[in-house]
């Protein structure tokens, strides 16, 4: 090598590689029920919670789950974050809220936008809803809604969120 | 009864953001050419070969191993390849260990590593699957709300987190194979700094890194065989728990704690902040700080960040129980080799060569690192002295 | 020096070789082997158990961390003691037979489990090469297979008819195996009159790809009589690799299986059957050569990988053929091999013999 040529430290080799991305058994089905705008999650038979999105067993028993339990939209906030820098290849901008979100009926939370809020009011307990996108739209993925924005609801207090009966919490008051 | 073993030598490369230098053989190898000659060693005296790092997509090499045995004088031995999520760096350790503990092994080497300039670990975590809506914010965004559950628990005042920022930054600038060198570093700055996943700013998060570390582990008979002093391994402890399940504890995860009760057990330690000299873990944010003291139990419950407040961990305040002493994952982040850097540097507080972020007379350390979503955990404590 | 402790397999179950799963996720594809396994033993779920480790490969899936969603299988709570290597899960067992042998553990369950079907597995592994020099040229693993084949066909140590006896007798032995994905009576002639796919090889010569997943359960003699189980022990095992470098190898032969095969005591008696992980049928005749296998040998008579090739499972359940047969009373002695990387780098070999 001569002197004057530059060491190579950086070349570029992209990757692509396609898949064929299976969800699960029990993921499509949940996926097929909100194509309908229907939340299903699954019963453990052992310990009897309910899980959604379901992934065919419940992790805490290592037991198969089978039993489909139809959810309403209602949730409450577990704990959220407000975040300031953009997600690749996401047309929201910053800042924005995501939360840790409890479904009535369920004892397992899942991530989900929140909007229609005030960034600086949103908290731990808060009750929400579902804001769907146009039923024209919907397609089998969790983004068929579109985020959650409060209601007016009491706050849940901290010791029962995530044991709230499907009827929600003015049920259970 | 387990077979002793010690680390009888340690390497570790400079951290920063791109290596340009080096290819990833040429980063792995620099990091045990000199946990080699730190133990005195040649290839030839290895048995074993463990290796570790975080997801092959971080690199976009699959099993990068087979690539890598020809830099780590595999060739003719045993090669093993240990993937435990974020935890994997003390997970590796811990695997190899346990080659010299069976008594099936008299020496091995282990290492560890992440070149995260080679690659887009942000898209290799956030490959989109249908039944999740696409809002891989980054680890921040999914550790974040966590945070936030603690401070509402704790009734910890704000500025907890800023405090672990600048001193594990000030521990940072006293080790030169530190990636972030921050020695000016007020509370103020990172107060200022940008706010990335609310409570956690840009200055208490970690960075992302390219670097190794690798250590020499061998049998009681062989240590007095390299020149200097042993870490002895006296305790070793590993628990998994599901990502997500019903009431699952995030805040103070009970696999921690389990885990933390297992090695404490073993090396006969019955209060952690009394009989430990110092410790080195696994910090990415800095609210974790607090959140691990009381999960290790250093702290009761709810108070550890008033040990965080009173400088009990820092080395510059003359704490009693310095935790990471060597900058920590705050200072350098080379995900794969993370964990095992806690486990080295635990070994280099009771080998009596950290250098300028020495704890002075550390006789026993530990070594912490977690993984996944803080559901995977890997420790181990070392001392000065043989048990 | 003490003696080592001594290792027993008492339980094993492999999932039925598909080319598709279906819709089946990791969770669903494992669960039911676990189930499997623990029914053998009479066990609950991975609590009563002292250690877990599991082989994967994330990108066979696409997606990282794929073994992670794995945990939702277990029951791990309270938490447990778990590990997980990227191969296949073979080396999960050495691993555990380490935490045993070191005392923190007496029994272990390991598993294995991939879908390779997500993605296009040949195209896949050519990314494990070196990353600066060979993987950009996406030279994938059935063309460099095609290329051992070649040498080893030029060198005469290997002819296409006797690797189309290879697959022929695999695929008769497969007819016995519930699990396989290809079996039956075919004919040498058969097979030869196919054009081949890769020069020299032939479709058939190539093993079958798999989705699935397969189990297994080991401990301490002490722990399985104990729990009242019939058991093989693993009297050896041992792995080595060699480089990655294929112009530095001689490809017609695989000294890193001579050394394990040294290491795990292949040759301190007699094998009455060898499972191997040969995914191309010329492997399989260099392995029988570098094991130093006769004809009182049998090999495959599962049909071995030729009747579905397990990714990341495969290793652990050629182990699992050969404690099936000890078990039964069929045979006293075997020997299983694993093999991991392109053109047998990485090879794994243990020995099992009756109680």
Same mark, same amino acid.
């Not at chain 3, 397969?214 to 050896?236: F, Q």
């Not at chain 3, 008579?301 to 039964?328: D, K, Q, T, Y």
């Given at each position: 090598?001569?002197?004057?040529?530059?060491?190579?430290?950086?070349?570029?080799?992209?990757?692509?590689?396609?898949?064929?991305?299976?969800?699960?058994?029990?993921?499509?089905?949940?996926?097929?029920?909100?194509?309908?705008?229907?939340?299903?999650?699954?019963?453990?038979?052992?310990?009897?919670?309910?899980?959604?999105?379901?992934?065919?067993?419940?992790?805490?028993?290592?037991?198969?789950?089978?039993?489909?339990?139809?959810?309403?939209?209602?949730?409450?906030?577990?704990?959220?974050?407000?975040?300031?820098?953009?997600?690749?290849?996401?047309?929201?901008?910053?800042?924005?809220?995501?939360?840790?979100?409890?479904?009535?009926?369920?004892?397992?939370?899942?991530?989900?936008?929140?909007?229609?809020?005030?960034?600086?009011?949103?908290?731990?307990?808060?009750?929400?809803?579902?804001?769907?996108?146009?039923?024209?739209?919907?397609?089998?993925?969790?983004?068929?809604?579109?985020?959650?924005?409060?209601?007016?609801?009491?706050?849940?207090?901290?010791?029962?969120?995530?044991?709230?009966?499907?009827?929600?919490?003015?049920?259970?008051? | 009864?387990?077979?002793?073993?010690?680390?009888?030598?340690?390497?570790?490369? @400079?951290?920063?953001?791109?290596?340009?230098?080096?290819?990833?053989?040429?980063?792995?190898?620099?990091?045990?050419?000199?946990?080699?000659?730190?133990?005195?060693?040649?290839?030839?005296?290895?048995?074993?070969?463990?290796?570790?790092?975080a997801p092959d997509m971080f690199?976009?090499?699959i099993m990068?191993?087979?690539?890598?045995?020809?830099?780590?004088?595999?060739?003719?031995?045993?090669?093993?390849?240990?993937h435990?999520a974020? $935890?994997?760096?003390?997970?590796?350790?811990?695997?190899?260990?346990?080659?010299?503990?069976?008594?099936?092994?008299?020496?091995?080497?282990?290492?560890?590593?992440?070149?995260?300039?080679? $690659?887009?670990?942000?898209?290799a975590?956030?490959t989109?699957?249908?039944?999740?809506?696409?809002?891989?914010?980054?680890?921040?965004?999914?550790?974040?709300?966590?945070?936030?559950?603690?401070?509402?628990?704790?009734?910890?005042?704000?500025?907890?987190?800023?405090?672990?920022?600048?001193?594990?930054?000030?521990?940072?600038?006293?080790?030169?194979?530190? @990636?972030?060198?921050?020695?000016?570093?007020?509370?103020?700055?990172?107060?200022?700094?940008?706010?990335?996943?609310?409570?956690?700013?840009?200055?208490?998060?970690?960075?992302? $890194?390219?670097?190794?570390?690798?250590?020499?582990?061998?049998?009681?008979?062989?240590?007095?065989?390299?020149?200097?002093?042993?870490?002895?391994?006296?305790?070793?402890?590993?628990?998994?728990?599901?990502?997500?399940?019903?009431?699952?504890?995030?805040?103070?995860?009970?696999?921690?704690?389990?885990?933390?009760?297992?090695?404490?057990?073993?090396?006969?330690?019955?209060?952690?902040?009394?009989?430990?000299?110092?410790?080195?873990?696994?910090?990415?944010?800095?609210?974790?700080?607090?959140?691990?003291?009381?999960? #290790?139990?250093?702290?009761?419950?709810?108070?550890?960040?008033?040990?965080?407040?009173?400088?009990?961990?820092?080395?510059?305040?003359?704490?009693?129980?310095?935790?990471?002493?060597?900058?920590?994952?705050?200072?350098?982040?080379?995900?794969?080799?993370?964990?095992?850097?806690?486990?080295?540097?635990?070994?280099?507080?009771?080998?009596?060569?950290?250098?300028?972020?020495?704890?002075?007379?550390?006789?026993?350390? #530990?070594?912490?690192?977690?993984?996944?979503?803080?559901?995977?955990?890997?420790?181990?404590?070392?001392?000065?002295?043989?048990? | 020096?003490?003696?080592?402790?001594?290792?027993?397999?008492?339980?094993?179950?492999?999932?039925?070789?598909?080319?598709? /799963?279906?819709?089946?996720?990791e969770?669903?594809?494992?669960?039911?082997?676990?189930?499997?396994?623990?029914?053998?033993?009479?066990?609950?779920?991975?609590?009563? &158990?002292?250690?877990?480790?599991?082989?994967s490969c994330d990108y066979l899936q696409g997606a990282a961390f794929a073994f992670v969603a794995?945990?939702?299988?277990?029951?791990?709570?309270?938490?447990?003691?778990?590990?997980h290597?990227e191969?296949?899960?073979?080396?999960?067992?050495?691993?555990?037979?380490?935490?045993? =042998?070191?005392?923190?553990?007496?029994?272990?369950?390991?598993?294995?489990?991939a879908?390779?079907?997500?993605?296009?597995?040949?195209?896949v592994?050519?990314?494990?090469?070196?990353?600066?020099?060979?993987?950009?040229?996406? &030279?994938?693993?059935?063309?460099? /297979?095609?290329?051992?084949? *070649?040498?080893?066909? !030029?060198?005469?140590?290997?002819? !296409?008819?006797?690797?189309?006896?290879?697959?022929?007798?695999?695929?008769?032995?497969?007819?016995?195996?519930?699990? /396989? +994905?290809?079996?039956?009576?075919?004919?040498?002639?058969?097979?030869?009159?196919?054009?081949?796919?890769?020069?020299?090889?032939? !479709?058939?010569?190539?093993?079958?790809?798999?989705?699935?997943?397969?189990?297994?359960?080991?401990?301490?003699?002490?722990?399985?009589?104990?729990?009242?189980?019939?058991?093989?022990?693993?009297?050896?095992?041992?792995?080595?690799? !060699?480089?990655?470098?294929?112009?530095?190898?001689?490809?017609?032969?695989?000294?890193?299986? =001579?050394?394990?095969?040294?290491?795990?005591?292949?040759? =301190?008696?007699?094998?009455?059957?060898?499972?191997?992980?040969?995914?191309?049928?010329?492997?399989?005749?260099?392995?029988?050569?570098?094991?130093?296998?006769?004809?009182?040998?049998?090999?495959?008579?599962?049909?071995?990988?030729?009747?579905?090739?397990?990714?990341m /499972?495969?290793?652990?359940?050629?182990?699992?053929?050969?404690? =099936? *047969?000890?078990?039964?009373?069929?045979?006293? *002695?075997?020997?299983?091999?694993?093999?991991?990387?392109?053109?047998? +780098?990485?090879?794994?070999?243990?020995?099992?013999?009756?109680?």
């Amino acid at each position: 090598m001569s002197e004057d040529t530059e060491a190579v430290t950086r070349i570029e080799t992209p990757v692509y590689l396609q898949y064929n991305f299976t969800a699960g058994r029990a993921p499509a089905r949940f996926l097929e029920r909100i194509r309908q705008g229907v939340l299903t999650g699954q019963r453990c038979p052992r310990c009897a919670n309910v899980y959604i999105p379901p992934r065919g067993s419940c992790p805490a028993c290592g037991v198969p789950t089978e039993e489909e339990v139809v959810l309403p939209d209602k949730a409450t906030v577990q704990s959220f974050t407000v975040v300031a820098i953009p997600i690749p290849n996401n047309p929201i901008k910053p800042p924005f809220v995501i939360a840790n979100l409890v479904l009535d009926g369920a004892n397992i939370s899942f991530i989900h936008l929140m909007s229609e809020c005030e960034n600086s009011e949103v908290h731990i307990g808060q009750r929400v809803q579902a804001v769907w996108k146009p039923e024209a739209e919907w397609t089998y993925a969790m983004d068929n809604i579109r985020y959650f924005k409060p209601i007016d609801e009491p706050d849940v207090p901290v010791d029962r969120i995530g044991r709230l009966p499907i009827g929600g919490w003015e049920d259970e008051q | 009864m387990a077979k002793l073993a010690a680390v009888v030598g340690i390497g570790q490369t @400079h951290y920063k953001t791109r290596r340009g230098d080096v290819s990833i053989a040429g980063l792995v190898r620099e990091a045990a050419v000199n946990a080699l000659e730190d133990a005195g060693l040649g290839w030839d005296d290895i048995e074993a070969v463990i290796i570790g790092k975080a997801p092959d997509m971080f690199e976009g090499v699959i099993m990068p191993e087979i690539y890598l045995t020809d830099a780590l004088g595999c060739n003719g031995k045993p090669m093993l390849r240990v993937h435990t999520a974020g $935890s994997v760096g003390g997970s590796t350790a811990l695997v190899a260990a346990s080659h010299v503990q069976s008594g099936m092994f008299k020496r091995v080497l282990t290492v560890t590593f992440e070149k995260q300039s080679e $690659s887009n670990a942000m898209w290799a975590l956030s490959t989109p699957q249908p039944f999740s809506v696409h809002l891989n914010a980054g680890a921040g965004g999914y550790f974040a709300p966590i945070i936030r559950e603690y401070m509402r628990r704790s009734g910890a005042p704000y500025d907890v987190g800023i405090k672990v920022a600048v001193k594990d930054r000030l521990h940072g600038a006293r080790n030169p194979l530190a @990636h972030l060198q921050l020695p000016e570093i007020t509370m103020k700055e990172v107060e200022d700094s940008m706010m990335l996943w609310d409570p956690i700013r840009f200055l208490e998060a970690c960075p992302s $890194s390219d670097g190794a570390c690798a250590m020499v582990i061998c049998s009681e008979d062989l240590v007095a065989e390299s020149p200097k002093p042993p870490a002895w391994i006296r305790g070793v402890a590993m628990r998994s728990e599901p990502t997500m399940y019903a009431g699952r504890e995030e805040v103070s995860p009970q696999a921690g704690r389990d885990c933390a009760a297992d090695v404490y057990r073993q090396a006969g330690i019955t209060d952690p902040r009394r009989d430990l000299d110092c410790a080195e873990v696994y910090v990415p944010f800095s609210w974790y700080e607090p959140m691990w003291l009381e999960n #290790l139990g250093f702290a009761p419950e709810g108070e550890g960040w008033k040990l965080t407040m009173s400088g009990a961990t820092s080395l510059d305040e003359g704490g009693d129980i310095p935790w990471n002493c060597s900058g920590g994952v705050l200072s350098s982040n080379p995900i794969g080799a993370s964990g095992m850097i806690r486990f080295a540097e635990a070994a280099r507080q009771v080998r009596g060569d950290a250098g300028a972020h020495q704890v002075e007379g550390a006789r026993l350390a #530990l070594g912490h690192a977690y993984g996944g979503g803080a559901q995977f955990f890997a420790m181990w404590v070392v001392g000065a002295d043989k048990p | 020096m003490t003696a080592m402790k001594e290792i027993a397999v008492v339980a094993f179950s492999q999932s039925d070789c598909l080319a598709r /799963a279906g819709a089946a996720n990791e969770v669903e594809l494992i669960m039911p082997q676990l189930r499997a396994v623990f029914g053998q033993v009479g066990l609950n779920n991975a609590q009563d &158990v002292d250690f877990v480790c599991s082989g994967s490969c994330d990108y066979l899936q696409g997606a990282a961390f794929a073994f992670v969603a794995g945990v939702d299988a277990l029951g791990a709570v309270p938490p447990i003691k778990e590990s997980h290597v990227e191969m296949d899960a073979a080396w999960a067992l050495y691993e555990s037979i380490l935490k045993i =042998r070191m005392d923190q553990a007496e029994s272990a369950l390991i598993y294995g489990f991939a879908k390779a079907s997500a993605g296009e597995l040949p195209t896949v592994l050519s990314q494990q090469l070196d990353p600066y020099y060979l993987a950009p040229l996406w &030279v994938d693993s059935v063309s460099l /297979a095609a290329m051992q084949a *070649r040498l080893l066909i !030029e060198k005469g140590l290997a002819t !296409e008819q006797a690797m189309a006896g290879v697959v022929a007798r695999a695929r008769k032995h497969a007819m016995v195996n519930p699990h /396989a +994905q290809v079996s039956g009576e075919v004919s040498i002639e058969t097979l030869l009159a196919a054009d081949t796919v890769v020069s020299p090889l032939r !479709e058939s010569d190539c093993a079958p790809v798999a989705d699935g997943a397969a189990a297994m359960i080991i401990c301490t003699v002490d722990k399985a009589r104990e729990w009242g189980v019939p058991y093989a022990v693993i009297s050896g095992i041992d792995h080595r690799i !060699e480089t990655h470098n294929l112009g530095m190898r001689d490809l017609t032969d695989s000294p890193s299986t =001579r050394q394990a095969a040294a290491g795990a005591g292949v040759g =301190r008696g007699a094998v009455e059957v060898a499972e191997l992980c040969a995914p191309f049928s010329h492997q399989e005749i260099i392995l029988t050569r570098a094991l130093g296998l006769g004809d009182d040998t049998v090999i495959n008579p599962s049909g071995g990988v030729m009747a579905g090739n397990l990714m990341m /499972a495969s290793g652990l359940a050629r182990i699992g053929e050969v404690f =099936r *047969r000890i078990v039964s009373g069929d045979i006293s *002695r075997g020997v299983a091999h694993a093999t991991s990387g392109p053109c047998l +780098q990485h090879n794994l070999v243990a020995v099992l013999e009756s109680a």
